[in-house]
């Protein structure tokens, strides 16, 4: 099993950052790939941002230049980078992580941009 542990998110202005972090834990397991997807209400899910272990990156347009997805491998730790924010981003901001043992969620963070 693997255990994952968000943290990061948060009330922020418009125009302002954040960073999101998730760290993964448990038993022996590889590391394939850490995403962060979002959900805002009345939505679907959508892909914000992946990683793969080779260090390929990719984001979706409406967060690309803004966001940043960055990962320490030592740690386990995936991070977004969230810069420029604007209220269409306001949604509540998993991880996913593919590991040799399977898929993994967080349990989810609320992000919220607003004056």
């Known amino acids: 099993q693997v255990q994952l542990v968000e943290s990061g998110g948060g009330l922020v202005q418009p125009g302002g950052s954040l960073r999101l972090s998730c760290a993964a834990s448990?038993?022996?397991?590889?590391?394939?790939?850490m995403d962060w997807y979002r959900q805002a209400p009345g939505k679907q899910r959508e892909l914000v941002a992946t990683?793969?272990?080779?260090?390929?990156?990719n984001y979706a347009d409406s967060v690309k230049g803004r966001f940043t997805i960055s990962r320490d491998n030592a740690k386990n730790t995936v991070y977004l980078q969230m810069n420029g924010l604007k209220p269409e981003d306001t949604a509540v901001y998993s991880c996913?992580?593919?590991?040799?043992?399977?898929?993994?969620w967080g349990q989810g963070t609320q992000v919220t941009v607003s004056s």
């Open positions: 448990g038993s022996s397991f590889v590391i394939y790939a």
């Open positions: 990683r793969t272990s080779g260090g390929s990156t």
């Open positions: 996913n992580v593919l590991t040799s043992l399977g898929s993994y």
